[in-house]
């Protein structure tokens, strides 16, 4: 495994899961702590959207699960 968050978030536009590419876990847990908007990306529409709000509670779940076992 990488140090790639294994994430997804739902695209807006075609409503598939897209996978969150291209973020550490590290920036993740920053980006969270911070309030900064997490974008995720769709390949097929080319389309940028900012996490909403319940998937960043999720994220931060996901997060705090994966460094847990890690510890
Ligand atoms: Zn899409």
Known sequence: ??????FSSEC?????????????REELI????????????CISCDEHWPLPTEERADLARTLARTLARKA
Do not use: F, N, V
Not at 1 to 6: E, G, I, T, Y
Not at 12 to 24: D, F, M, Q, S, V
Not at 30 to 40: H, N, P, Y
């Open 1 to 6: 495994m990488s140090d790639s968050a294994p």
């Open 12 to 24: 807006p536009t075609c409503k598939h899961e897209r996978l969150l590419t291209g973020y550490a």
């Open 30 to 41: 920053e980006l969270l702590r911070t309030g900064a908007d997490i974008e995720a990306y």
